[in-house]
C-alpha cells in the first residue's frame, strides 16, 4: 500500500484485481471510503481496476482490513492499493472532455453539454451522473434499457413503476419516457444520488410523473405503504438483490415483472434461486458481456 503527501484536492485510491468475478467483494470494501467509486476493465480483460475518489486521506489500516476480508471471500491474496493525493484539477472541463453521448437502442444518452441533438426517432434522456453511478455506459445499465425495451415489444404498459437504487436516475427516466402514462418511484439510501436524480429528473422534463425519495430500501418512508408495482426496477450488486429477494416479491404487483442487474455472470443462478424462492421465475435473461440482467415474473 502506497501514501503520498496531504492533498488540497482530494484522494483517489486505486486497487487492481484479477478477474471481474472479484469485483462486487471489493465495491463492497471501498464503498465504505464515501466516494466515487468506478470499476473498469484493464488491456480489455480479465482484469479490472477499481478507482474511488474521496476528500479525505482514507485510514490506510482500516483499508488494508477491510480488503484484506474481501481478498479472503474471494481466495485471493490481498492486491495493492495505492493512495494517491489528486492534483488540482477542472472537473468540469474533464466532464465535458470525456463525456460522449451513448446509444442503447432507441435511448440515445447524451451528457448536458451535448449540442449534437438527438437522432431521430431515439429516447433521448439528457444526463449528467455527478457523485451518483448510473450514465449509460455500463453492462448493467445496458442490460435494464435493454430488458425495458423488450417488455415494451410485448405489450407491456407498467401503471406504478420503482427504481430501486436509483443513482443518477437514469432508470427512472428511462421509463418515465418509454411508458410516459407510468407513476414511477426512484428510491436510494445516498442523499446524494437522490439529488443527483432530481436534477437529472428535472433537465429530462419528467418531475410530474418520477417521484423521489431516500431510504433504506423497501424499508423507505415513502414505500411503506404503497400500492404493488407492476414494473420493479433494481441495478445494484448480487448480495444485495439476493437479500431484498423477499421484499421484492412482495412488493410486485400479480402480473408484474423484475428487472435485476449488477449481477456478474457468475453470479446469476444465485439470485435466480433468491427470487424462486419467494415465487419468482425467470423470463428473460440478458448477458453483456461479463454482467447479467434478469427479467423475472411470478412463476
Known amino acids: 500500500m502506497t501514501e503520498d503527501v496531504p492533498s488540497d484536492s482530494g484522494w483517489q485510491v486505486t486497487v487492481d484485481l484479477p478477474s471481474a468475478a472479484t469485483v462486487p467483494a471489493f465495491e463492497a470494501a471501498l464503498d465504505e471510503l464515501g466516494g466515487t467509486l468506478s470499476a473498469f476493465e484493464i ?77 431521430v426517432g431515439a429516447i433521448g434522456i439528457a444526463l449528467d451522473a455527478g457523485l451518483a453511478f448510473g450514465t449509460g455506459e455500463h453492462e448493467s445499465t445496458r442490460g435494464c434499457l435493454t430488458a425495458f425495451e423488450r417488455l415494451a415489444a410485448w405489450g407491456i404498459a407498467p401503471a406504478r413503476a420503482l427504481d430501486m437504487g436509483c443513482g443518477s436516475g437514469i432508470l427512472a427516466i428511462a421509463i418515465a419516457r418509454l411508458w410516459p402514462a407510468a407513476a414511477v418511484t426512484a428510491c436510494d439510501n445516498d442523499p446524494v444520488a437522490v439529488a443527483v436524480a432530481t436534477e437529472n429528473v428535472a433537465t429530462n422534463g419528467v418531475a410530474a410523473t418520477v417521484g423521489l425519495c431516500v431510504g433504506d430500501g423497501y424499508a423507505a418512508p415513502a414505500l411503506r405503504d404503497a400500492p404493488p408495482f407492476d414494473l420493479i426496477a433494481a441495478n445494484i450488486l448480487a448480495d444485495p438483490l439476493e437479500a431484498m429477494a423477499g421484499d421484492l416479491a412482495r412488493r410486485l404487483a400479480p402480473a408484474g415483472h423484475a428487472v435485476l442487474a449488477g449481477i456478474l455472470a457468475s453470479q446469476a443462478e444465485g439470485v435466480l434461486g433468491a427470487h424462486a424462492a419467494h415465487g419468482l421465475a425467470l423470463v428473460q435473461r440478458i448477458d453483456v458481456n461479463e454482467w447479467t440482467t434478469l427479467v423475472l415474473a411470478r412463476g
Open 43 to 119: 488491456d480489455k480483460g480479465p482484469r479490472w481496476r477499481l478507482t474511488v475518489h474521496c476528500t479525505e486521506a482514507p485510514d490506510s489500516a482500516a483499508l488494508a482490513s477491510r480488503l484484506a476480508v474481501a481478498a479472503a471471500s474471494c481466495g485471493i491474496a490481498p492486491p495493492d492499493v495505492r493512495i494517491e493525493p489528486l492534483a488540482a484539477t477542472d472537473w468540469v472541463a474533464e466532464y465535458r472532455r470525456r463525456a460522449r453521448p451513448v446509444s442503447i437502442g432507441r435511448f440515445f444518452i447524451y451528457p448536458s453539454h451535448h449540442d449534437g441533438g438527438v437522432p
